[in-house]
């Protein structure tokens, strides 16, 4: 009797945890930082593809060139012509490759810079404003269920806009701390 009075006294006299969760997939998509990101990184794509088009009309016109001809070539002058637009069409799709690579990993580079200063702020806004957890929310279901009342997402994203400065770098000296914690 006198250890469940003592178990029941210990109980009342812990502090409730303060908790709150975030959707994780609302952040990143209506967080200003995130959707100028894609669309810089959309427009660059669409750029280059526009930039490749008068290499793909000079292979397209080679290629019916070659049609229209091979008829009239010698054995030696259709291998050649057929060398030089094999060659042609493997630097186009070498370029198309590599700028892809290479847009798909700065993009990620800076999808990923965005996500690691998301995580540092929110882990901010959770000390300045007494939390002990803030749960991820996202299709994954790291939070099945969360009264609307402990929903942060609204808040947060709103800081996290009003902080936001179009045309800058999203590598704030926030989003370069190395806090492992933030990450968890």
Do not use: H, W
């Not at 259709?78 to 892809?100: F, G, M, Y």
């Not at 996500?115 to 957890?133: A, H, L, Q, R």
């Not at 402990?150 to 947060?156: A, G, P, Q, R, V």
């Not at 926030?174 to 990450?183: F, I, L, R």
């Amino acid at each position: 009797m006198v250890l469940l009075c003592a178990a029941a006294m210990f109980v009342g006299c812990q502090k409730q945890a303060k908790t709150g969760f975030v959707n994780t997939e609302k952040i990143v998509k209506e967080y200003k930082e995130m959707t100028d990101a894609q669309d810089k990184y959309s427009k660059m794509n669409e750029d280059f593809q526009s930039s490749l088009e008068g290499k793909i009309q000079s292979y397209e016109a080679k290629v019916q060139l070659y049609q229209k001809n091979a008829a009239k070539m010698s054995a030696s002058e259709r291998s050649s012509k057929e060398e030089e637009i094999l060659a042609l069409r493997n630097q186009i799709q070498n370029e198309q490759q590599t700028r892809s690579r290479q847009l798909q990993a700065e993009s990620q580079a800076a999808i990923d810079t965005i996500i690691k200063k998301i995580k540092v702020f929110v882990k901010d806004y959770g000390e300045n404003n007494g939390y002990d957890y803030i749960y991820g929310q996202n299709e994954g279901g790291s939070v099945m269920y969360g009264k609307e009342q402990y929903d942060l997402t609204s808040e947060i994203l709103e800081e996290l806009n009003a902080k936001y400065t179009p045309g800058s770098t999203s590598s704030t000296p926030a989003a370069e701390t190395t806090d492992t914690t933030a990450t968890k």
